[in-house]
């Protein structure tokens, strides 16, 4: 018995031991193994800012010699330097969790130093479409920060409130003060968007929490505000947050300004009154060219081109995409599934090319409703997505895509891609130029007829009643239709690869030349004026068009009459 009193307490310390050995080796593994991802993080970026300086030198390079194409610098190197900066925001996150981040203060005034910071990102609240205020009490000060940390930190919080404030009466404030004593500066960043839930608020600093940034049509990395976090308490700063869901939120930071705050390491006694704003910050929060926005017609692109919608929530790679390919198509935009789907009613559309992860309405859903309806489950979609897994491209293809391409890829590809698909259907519909006879009428068949089969049938019988009529167009036509103009369009197209003009014209060609197999001697204008041409010689020029002869040619060429 005494012996289980001394061996019980015994092994109880020895499990106690081993278990605090255990934890603490788990702790230096899971620590030496952060230390080790954090080391190939930086390292990485570092990687990746080397060829994107050589990318730079190039675009300067090729701006000096090819300057005609400035909208593509432009382009090149806003996002050039959109990439540095995410790539430096890595960095700096790296650092601050291997405790490398280093504070050095240098004394300025840091009232006209944060001024003209935020000034900076004006650009950027236009683009997000709010008001934006800046005021700073007294106008000038003069006191010690460290001005990369600061910009960071500016240029984070005022960020992420245009992420989530809405255009419609949108406001951010910047307000920046000092204590009584002047040597506490209050950064205040205020703004009246959708609010941050109860819920998410203890996650808020946590790094790559990125919150329900697709809800609003943005884009983020779960980096900025954790970063923010580790910049101002690295400032020897405080940092809270006030919000509330569907009014608003507050960010307000405390930092101190006076010199005695800082130790000898973190003084830069160097640079006195040297504030300047860190360079490429006006590139950071550039929008868009101006030049790109509104990206004109190509005044030699084809009437007959086909009519391309692209679905992207991605400003710059849907003007990108609308920039290359509006040489070869009639190119329609739109950021949302639900815009697109209203774009599609409204206009003649003969193939989508849409984006999967979209805010709202995203491509999957936005297909599937397309081919659940009637009037559109002919129109073909290429379905455009980062998912690179497998499943991800089936689950595509099951929903009704009819082409999937992941990002990154190169523009002539989906160029191809449409071409493949717009051509195939014109295959598939028996488009054939020529002699019309060698055209395949609706056979009429002893099975049932299709749907689409009976509206084309219909169609034909429509415009034949109206034969005669020479202003009878594709309103009147889409009128006696039942349809809209868009979706008697679509579904023509879909069904014959050809626009409800040229479905009209063929028509009355082909009767034409019934009339001219029945009677030979008929006079071209009286024959014209049957089919409904009121000029006898664009009668000829589309008669020639659709069957390579002119109207005396073909006659000649049949002697007999034909059946």
Same mark, same amino acid.
């Given at each position: 018995m005494e012996l289980l009193i001394i061996i019980i307490p015994a092994i109880t310390v020895i499990l106690v031991v081993f278990w605090i050995i255990r934890v603490i080796y788990l702790r230096s593994v899971r620590m030496r193994n952060r230390l080790q991802m954090d080391k190939i993080f930086t390292n990485i970026t570092h990687e990746l800012l080397t060829p994107l300086t050589v990318v730079s030198a190039s675009v300067e390079h090729l701006r000096e010699h090819a300057p005609a194409y400035q909208q593509d610098y432009?382009?090149?190197?806003?996002?050039?330097?959109?990439m540095v900066r995410l790539l430096q925001q890595i960095l700096e996150a790296s650092k601050s969790q291997s405790g490398e981040l280093k504070l050095q203060v240098l004394n300025g005034d840091v009232m006209k130093y944060i001024q003209e910071t935020a000034r900076c990102i004006i650009p950027l609240m236009r683009k997000s479409g709010v008001d934006?205020? $800046?005021? @700073?009490?007294?106008?000038?000060?003069?006191?010690?920060?460290?001005?990369?940390?600061?910009?960071? $930190? /500016?240029?984070?919080?005022?960020?992420? !409130?245009?992420?989530?404030?809405?255009?419609?009466?949108?406001?951010?404030?910047?307000? *920046?003060?000092?204590?009584?004593?002047?040597?506490?500066?209050?950064?205040?960043? !205020?703004?009246?968007?959708?609010?941050?839930p109860k819920g998410k608020m203890k996650r808020l600093f946590h790094r790559f929490y990125d919150g329900d940034y697709r809800l609003l049509q943005t884009s983020g990395t779960g980096i900025g505000l954790a970063l923010t976090r580790d910049l101002v308490?690295?400032?020897?700063?405080?940092?809270? @947050?006030?919000?509330?869901?569907?009014?608003?939120?507050?960010?307000?930071? *405390?930092i101190p300004i006076g010199?005695?705050?800082?130790?000898?390491?973190?003084?830069?006694? =160097?640079?006195?009154?040297?504030?300047?704003?860190?360079?490429?910050?006006?590139?950071?929060s550039q929008s868009l060219p101006t030049s790109y926005l509104q990206p004109e017609t190509d005044q030699n692109i084809d009437e007959k081109a086909p009519h391309v919608l692209i679905i992207e929530d991605n400003q710059e790679l849907l003007v990108m995409m609308s920039h290359v390919l509006k040489s070869h198509y009639h190119v329609h935009t739109a950021t949302t599934g639900k815009e697109g789907i209203k774009i599609i009613k409204e206009n003649t559309i003969d193939i989508v090319v849409s984006d999967i992860m979209m805010p709202g309405m995203d491509g999957l859903e936005m297909m599937k409703i397309l081919k659940?309806?009637?009037?559109?489950?002919?129109?073909?979609?290429?379905?455009?997505?980062?998912?690179?897994?497998?499943?991800?491209? /089936?689950?595509?293809?099951?929903?009704?895509?009819?082409?999937?391409?992941?990002?990154?890829f190169r523009m002539g590809e989906l160029q191809l891609r449409i071409d493949n698909i717009i051509s195939n259907r014109q295959r598939i519909h028996g488009e054939v130029k020529g002699n019309p006879e060698e055209q395949q009428e609706i056979p009429r068949v002893t099975h049932i007829m299709t749907e689409q089969e009976l509206f084309i049938k219909r169609a034909k019988e429509t415009v034949l009643a109206h034969l005669q009529?020479?202003?009878?167009?594709?309103?009147?036509?889409?009128?006696?239709?039942?349809?809209?103009?868009?979706?008697?369009?679509?579904?023509?197209? !879909? !069904?014959?690869?050809?626009?409800?003009?040229?479905?009209?014209?063929?028509?009355?060609?082909?009767?034409?030349?019934?009339?001219?197999?029945?009677?030979?001697?008929? =006079? /071209?204008?009286?024959?014209?004026?049957?089919?409904?041409?009121?000029?006898?010689?664009?009668?000829?020029? @589309?008669?020639?068009?659709?069957?390579?002869?002119?109207?005396?040619?073909? /006659?000649?060429?049949?002697?007999?009459?034909?059946?």
């Open positions: 432009e382009m090149m190197d806003m996002n050039i330097q959109r934006f205020k $800046i005021e @700073c009490v007294p106008a000038s000060m003069m006191g010690w920060i460290d001005t990369d940390k600061i910009d960071k $930190i /500016i240029y984070n919080l005022l960020s992420n !409130a245009a992420k989530y404030t809405q255009k419609t009466d949108g406001r951010i404030e910047l307000d *920046v003060r000092t204590n009584p004593y002047f040597n506490q500066l209050i950064i205040r960043v !205020a703004d009246n968007g959708i609010g941050i308490y690295l400032h020897h700063g405080t940092i809270k @947050c006030e919000s509330e869901e569907g009014k608003g939120t507050t960010f307000t930071v *405390v010199k005695d705050a800082y130790s000898k390491e973190e003084i830069d006694e =160097r640079n006195i009154h040297s504030f300047q704003i860190p360079p490429g910050n006006n590139n950071a659940n309806d009637p009037d559109y489950s002919y129109l073909p979609v290429i379905l455009i997505s980062a998912k690179t897994q497998e499943e991800d491209r /089936i689950e595509a293809y099951k929903a009704g895509a009819d082409d999937y391409l992941m990002k990154p009529d020479s202003d009878y167009d594709r309103t009147q036509f889409a009128a006696d239709m039942g349809a809209s103009t868009s979706t008697l369009y679509n579904k023509i197209r !879909a !069904a014959t690869g050809t626009n409800i003009s040229n479905f009209i014209r063929d028509i009355r060609i082909k009767k034409a030349i019934d009339i001219m197999n029945q009677e030979q001697d008929i =006079r /071209i204008s009286d024959l014209a004026y049957r089919v409904g041409f009121r000029d006898p010689k664009y009668f000829s020029t @589309c008669f020639k068009k659709v069957t390579g002869l002119q109207p005396t040619e073909y /006659i000649s060429s049949n002697t007999s009459p034909q059946t």
